[in-house]
C-alpha cells in the first residue's frame, strides 16, 4: 500500500506557512505517482548523524587552537558557543517538526522571507558543503598518508570519494548505517579519552603522576589572555560545531520526521556539549595552555598518560571523523540541490532518482566540485582549497542566522493562525532574542579580528552574488 507523500517531497503541494505536514488526502496529487525520496532512516541514525557530523576534525586536531588563544577560559568560549547551538538546534527542531523537508532551512526561509530568500541560502548552503567535501577528501587522504607514507594522497582522495559516492548511491539506509558506525566509533574515542583523562587527574593510573590542578589555576591563571583571548577563541570555537543543521535535513527521510527529530534535537544538543567540554576541560587540565604539544592535544593528554601509539591513534580516529564528515557533507549537499530542483531553483534533471530511491544526479552534481577541486589542490597544493575555504569559512553563520530569524517569524505567524506546534521553542520570544544577541556578538568580534573580517567580507560578497544570481534567473523563469 503506497503513502500518500508528505510536503517534504511534493513541491506541487502548497505547504501551511508554519504548520504540521500535510499527510492526508489533501497532500494527494498528481505527484503521487513520481518517485520519491527514500524514508528508511531510522531515529537513532539521524541522532548519530548530527552527532557525527558536529564532532570532527575541529575537535580532535583544532580544538588546541583554542587553547591557546583563552588559556583554560577556553571552556567559556566552549559553553557560550555551545548554548548558541542548543537554542539554533532547539529553533530549528521547532521548524522542522512542523514541516519535514530536505530543503530544511532553505524552505523556512522561502516560508518566511520569500524564493530569494530560500534559494540563496540552500546555494550558499550547497557551496559550503562541495568545497568542504574537497578538503575533508585531501586532509583525510594527508592524515592516512603520514601513517602509511608509501600511500600516494592523491589515490587515497580518489578512493575516498569514490567509496562515499557509491554509498550515498545506494540508498539513504545504507548511508545511514554507514553513518552511525562512523559516528559511533567517534563516539567511542571521545568516551575512552573522558575516561583515561579523568582517571589520570585523580591520580589513578599506575606509575602516572597527577598533574592536579596546576595547569588549570596556574601557570598565568585561569584566564591568562584576559577578555580578549576568550573572545578570540569563542571564533573558532562556534565554528567546530557546524554541522548539527544536517538533522533536519535528514528528518524528512525517517520513517517518523515529527517524532524522530525532536529525539535527535534533544539528545545531539546534551551530548556535544559533554564530548566537547569534557574532552576541553581534560585537555587544560593535564596539559599546559602554552604548551608546543597542543598542535594535537588528544594525543598529548595520551603521551602523558604513558599510553603508546597515542599519535598514530589520534590520527586514525582523525582520518575517521573527516571520512564520516565528508559522507554526511554529502548526503546534505545532495539532498539540498535535489530540493531546489523540486522548487525549481536548479535544473530538474537534478531530482532523477535511481531504484534505491537515492538523487544519484543530486550526488554526483555535489561529488564533481569536490573532484575537480581536489585535483587542482594536488596540483596547485596549499593553494586552491585554502582560497574557497576563505571564501565559505563563515556561511554557518549565516544560516545559524536565517534559521534564528525564519523560527521568529514563522512562529509569530503560526501563533497568529492559531496552529499547533509539535516541537516548540524554549521561553519564546526571549531565548530566540538571546541567541540572535550571541549572533551578533560573534559577528562584531568577527570583525574586529583582521583574519576573521576577511572571512565575513567574503562570505557576504559570496552571499550577495548568489542572492542577485538566483533573483535574476527567478525573473528570467517568470518571463518564459
Not at 562541495?130 to 583525510?140: L, S
Request: proline share 5%; glycine share 10%.
Amino acid at each position: 500500500m503506497n503513502k500518500a507523500p508528505t510536503i517534504a517531497n511534493t513541491p506541487a503541494a502548497a505547504p501551511p506557512a508554519h504548520g504540521p505536514t500535510a499527510q492526508g488526502p489533501a497532500a494527494q496529487g498528481p505527484s503521487a505517482q513520481r518517485p520519491t525520496l527514500g524514508r528508511s532512516l531510522k531515529s537513532r541514525q539521524l541522532t548519530m548523524m548530527g552527532l557525527g557530523s558536529a564532532v570532527g576534525a575541529g575537535l580532535f586536531l583544532g580544538s588546541g587552537v583554542g587553547v591557546k588563544a583563552a588559556g583554560p577560559a577556553v571552556l567559556i568560549s566552549y559553553l557560550v558557543a555551545g548554548t548558541l547551538v542548543i537554542l539554533v538546534m532547539r529553533a530549528l527542531g521547532e521548524l522542522a517538526a512542523a514541516n519535514p523537508n530536505i530543503g530544511a532551512f532553505s524552505v523556512y526561509a522561502q516560508k518566511a522571507f520569500g524564493k530569494t530568500a530560500g534559494s540563496t541560502l540552500g546555494w550558499l548552503w550547497w557551496f559550503q558543503l562541495v568545497v568542504v567535501i574537497a578538503a575533508e577528501a585531501v586532509g583525510a587522504a594527508g592524515l592516512l598518508a603520514t601513517v602509511f607514507p608509501d600511500l600516494p594522497v592523491w589515490l587515497l582522495s580518489l578512493v575516498f570519494v569514490t567509496v562515499f559516492t557509491a554509498v550515498n548511491v545506494a540508498g539513504v539506509r545504507n548511508y545511514g548505517e554507514f553513518e552511525f558506525w562512523f559516528a559511533i566509533l567517534k563516539v567511542a574515542a571521545i568516551g575512552a579519552f573522558i575516561l583515561i583523562g579523568a582517571a589520570l587527574i585523580f591520580g589513578w593510573l599506575p606509575a602516572v603522576d597527577s598533574p592536579g590542578l596546576s595547569n588549570l589555576f596556574g601557570n598565568g591563571g585561569f584566564a591568562p589572555t584576559g577578555l580578549a583571548g576568550v573572545a578570540s577563541a569563542l571564533l573558532v570555537v562556534v565554528f567546530a560545531f557546524g554541522g548539527t543543521e544536517i538533522v533536519s535535513v535528514a528528518a524528512a527521510e525517517t520513517q517518523d520526521p515529527v517524532r524522530s527529530v525532536g529525539k535527535a534535537i534533544r539528545t545531539v544538543v546534551w551530548r556535544i556539549m559533554v564530548f566537547y567540554v569534557g574532552s576541553l576541560l581534560v585537555i587544560v587540565t593535564v596539559v599546559p595552555w602554552d604548551s608546543e604539544q597542543l598542535a594535537s592535544p588528544f594525543a598529548a593528554v595520551l603521551r602523558v598518560a604513558g599510553i603508546p601509539g597515542a599519535e598514530t591513534a589520534i590520527t586514525l580516529v582523525a582520518v575517521v571523523a573527516l571520512l564520516s564528515a565528508l559522507n554526511a557533507n554529502l548526503y546534505g549537499a545532495s539532498r539540498m540541490v535535489y530540493s531546489l530542483a523540486e522548487r525549481g531553483e536548479a535544473p530538474k534533471g537534478l531530482t532523477r532518482l535511481n531504484r534505491a530511491q537515492a538523487p544519484v544526479r543530486a550526488v554526483l552534481a555535489s561529488v564533481a566540485f569536490g573532484v575537480g577541486s581536489t585535483v587542482l589542490e594536488l596540483f596547485f597544493p596549499g593553494k586552491v582549497l585554502p582560497l574557497l575555504l576563505s571564501l565559505v569559512g563563515s556561511t554557518i553563520l549565516v544560516v545559524w542566522t536565517s534559521v534564528l530569524l525564519s523560527q521568529f517569524v514563522l512562529r509569530r505567524r503560526a501563533d497568529r493562525e492559531g496552529l499547533k506546534l509539535p516541537l516548540r521553542m524554549w521561553a519564546f520570544p526571549y531565548l530566540s532574542y538571546l541567541a540572535m544577541a550571541i549572533l551578533a556578538a560573534i559577528f562584531v568580534l568577527g570583525f574586529l579580528d583582521a583574519g576573521t573580517r576577511i572571512q565575513l567580507l567574503s562570505t557576504f560578497a559570496l552571499t550577495a552574488a548568489i542572492a542577485v544570481a538566483c533573483r535574476l534567473t527567478g525573473r528570467a523563469r517568470s518571463r518564459r
